[in-house]
T-cell receptor
Framework: DAKTTQPPSMDCAEGRAANLPCNHS???????VYWYRQIHSQGPQYIIH???NNETNEMASLIITEDRKSSTLILPHATLRDTAVYYC?????????????FGQGTRLTINP | NAGVTQTPKFRILKIGQSMTLQCTQD?????MYWYRQDPGMGLKLIYY???????DKGEVPNGYNVSRSTTEDFPLRLELAAPSQTSVYFC?????????????FGPGTRLTVL
C-alpha cells in the first residue's frame, strides 16, 4: 500500500471550512484513499473514501487530484466536536479484510 | 446494536503475567482486527481474522496470540507481559457485505505493564 504524508497539526476557526491535505504520490491505479478520525482517546471513526472522483457524504467531502497523487478532506462547517486526529490511509482493496496502516495523522484543533 | 465492545477498559499487569483482552461485536461482521496504539503514534495491526477459525498476523504480532471460535468474539492473549506491551489496544470489525468496508472500532483497553 502507498505511503501517505500529512501535516502534523492544523488549526481552524469554528464555523469555517477545514481543509486537510494528504500526499500519496506513489498511489497505484487501483488503490483507494480512506479517511478516519480519532477523537481524543476513542477508537477511530470512518469518515469517507474515494478512488478517482470527488466524494461527499454527511460528514465531509473528499477531493482527489486528477493525477491522484494528493487529496484533501474538507469539513465544510467545522465545529468544536471536529477536534481530532485525522488519518489519511491508502488501501488496495475495497473488499476483504483491510490491513489499515495508520501514520501519525493530522491533529486538527477547532478554535472557538 | 452495541457495536464493538471491549473489556476491560483499564488493566495494570506485572511483568511476566498473562491476560486476555476481550472483544465482541454484534453486527455479524466477518472480519475482525486487533490494533495497538502507543502514545502519540498511529495504530498498528497486531492480528486479524477473516472468519471463525481463521486468523493471520499483522504488522506487530510478536508476544500476542489470538483465536476466533465464533463470529462474535475475537480475544487477544498476552502470555508473558512486557513493558513494551504498554499501550492502548483497539479491536475493530468490518463486513464482507459492507458497502464501504469501513472498520468499526471499539472503545479500547488501556494496558500498563510494570
Amino acid at each position: 500500500d502507498a505511503k501517505t504524508t500529512q501535516p502534523p497539526s492544523m488549526d481552524c476557526a469554528e464555523g469555517r471550512a477545514a481543509n486537510l491535505p494528504c500526499n500519496h504520490s506513489t498511489i497505484s491505479g487501483n488503490e483507494y484513499v480512506y479517511w478516519y478520525r480519532q477523537i481524543h482517546s476513542q477508537g477511530p471513526q470512518y469518515i469517507i473514501h474515494g478512488l478517482k472522483n470527488n466524494e461527499t457524504n454527511e460528514m465531509a467531502s473528499l477531493i482527489i487530484t486528477e493525477d491522484r497523487k494528493s487529496s484533501t478532506l474538507i469539513l465544510p462547517h467545522a465545529t468544536l466536536r471536529d477536534t481530532a486526529v485525522y488519518y489519511c490511509i491508502v488501501i488496495l482493496s475495497i473488499q476483504g479484510a483491510q490491513k489499515l496502516v495508520f501514520g501519525q495523522g493530522t491533529r486538527l484543533t477547532i478554535n472557538p | 446494536n452495541a457495536g464493538v465492545t471491549q473489556t476491560p477498559k483499564f488493566r495494570i499487569l506485572k511483568i511476566g503475567q498473562s491476560m486476555t483482552l476481550q472483544c465482541t461485536q454484534d453486527m455479524n461482521h466477518n472480519y475482525m482486527y486487533w490494533y495497538r496504539q502507543d502514545p502519540g503514534m498511529g495504530l498498528k495491526l497486531i492480528y486479524y481474522s477473516v472468519g471463525a477459525g481463521i486468523t493471520d498476523k499483522g504488522e506487530v504480532p510478536n508476544g500476542y496470540n489470538v483465536s476466533r471460535s465464533t463470529t462474535e468474539d475475537f480475544p487477544l492473549r498476552l502470555e508473558l507481559a512486557a513493558p513494551s506491551q504498554t499501550s492502548v489496544y483497539f479491536c475493530a470489525s468490518s463486513s464482507l457485505a459492507g458497502e464501504y468496508n469501513e472498520q468499526f472500532f471499539g472503545p479500547g483497553t488501556r494496558l500498563t505493564v510494570l
